[in-house]
C-alpha cells in the first residue's frame, strides 16, 4: 500500500497546549498537504508544502517537510478547543497526467477546554 | 463561491436498488473527484475525471458508475451494492493545470447505508 502512517493515532492536550502530528510517507512526491475533518464530515485543506520547501507557516500551523526521510510534522500552537478534529496528511502524486491524494492514516487530536 | 455541494446528504438503499449521488462546484475547477471513506479511516480515492474524461479509476467494482455531464457536475451512480459499501462518499474538486498541484475542496458528503 502506498498509504502514509501518522503518529501518534489519537493525542487528547488541554487549551493552550501545542500539538504536534508527525506522517511519514513511501514514495516521491509533488507536495504534501495536511487536511482536517470534523466528524463525519468533509475535509478541509489546511496547508500545502511543495517538494522543494522546507518549512512554510499559515496562522498557528507550522509545518515541515523532510523529503530525505520521507517525513513531515503539523505542529498547532496554542491549541483551542474548536481544534478537535482529525487531521491528515495527503501526499500527492503523479499518475499518469494525473495528480491525486494518497492520505495517511490520520491523527484525532483531542483538545480539553 | 468555494462551495463543492453534495446530495442527498443522507441515503439508505438496498442491495437490489439503483441510486445515484450528486455532486456539483462552481469554482472553474476542472478536476473533479470521488472517495469513499469508512469510519475512523482515511479516504480512499475511487475516481479522477480531468478536463470532463475519467483518468483514473483505482479498480473499483463495477457496480459503482461514475459520470462527468459537464465541468460543474459530478454523478456516482449505484447498483446492486453490498451491506459493506456502506461508507461516507466525499467529492472533491481542485484546480488541474499541467505540472502543478493544488489543494482539493471537499464536499460535505453522502452518509450511505445498504441494508
Known amino acids: 500500500s502506498q498509504q502514509g502512517e501518522e503518529d501518534p493515532q489519537a493525542l487528547s492536550i488541554q487549551e493552550g497546549e501545542n500539538a504536534t502530528m508527525n506522517c511519514s510517507y513511501k514514495?516521491?512526491?509533488?507536495?504534501l498537504q495536511w487536511y482536517r475533518q470534523n466528524s463525519g464530515r468533509g475535509l478541509v485543506h489546511l496547508i500545502l508544502?511543495?517538494?522543494?520547501?522546507r518549512e512554510k507557516h499559515s496562522g498557528r500551523l507550522r509545518v515541515t517537510l523532510d523529503t530525505s526521510k520521507k517525513s513531515s510534522s503539523l505542529l498547532i500552537t496554542a491549541s483551542r478547543a474548536a481544534d478537535t478534529a482529525s487531521y491528515f496528511c495527503?501526499?500527492?502524486?503523479?499518475?499518469?497526467?494525473?495528480?491525486?491524494?494518497?492520505f495517511g492514516t490520520g491523527t484525532r487530536l483531542q483538545v480539553f477546554p | 463561491d468555494t462551495e463543492v455541494t453534495q446530495t442527498p446528504k443522507h441515503l439508505v438503499m438496498g442491495m437490489t436498488n439503483k441510486k445515484s449521488l450528486k455532486c456539483e462546484q462552481h469554482?472553474?475547477?476542472?478536476?473533479m473527484y470521488w472517495y469513499k471513506q469508512k469510519a475512523k479511516k482515511p479516504p480512499e480515492l475511487m475516481f479522477v475525471?480531468?478536463?470532463?474524461?475519467?483518468?483514473i479509476n483505482e479498480s473499483v467494482p463495477s457496480r459503482f458508475s461514475p459520470e462527468c455531464p459537464n465541468s460543474s457536475l459530478l454523478n456516482l451512480h449505484l447498483h446492486a451494492l453490498q451491506p459493506e459499501d456502506s461508507a461516507l462518499y466525499l467529492c472533491?474538486?481542485?484546480?488541474?493545470?499541467?505540472?502543478?498541484?493544488?489543494?482539493?475542496?471537499f464536499g460535505p458528503g453522502t452518509r450511505l447505508t445498504v441494508t
Open positions: 508544502i511543495r517538494s522543494n520547501e
Open positions: 514514495t516521491s512526491i509533488n507536495n
Open positions: 469554482m472553474g475547477h476542472r478536476a
Open positions: 495527503a501526499t500527492d502524486v503523479f499518475q499518469g497526467n494525473t495528480d491525486k491524494l494518497i
Open positions: 472533491a474538486s481542485s484546480q488541474d493545470l499541467a505540472g502543478l498541484s493544488y489543494e482539493q475542496y
Open positions: 475525471y480531468s478536463y470532463e474524461k475519467l483518468s
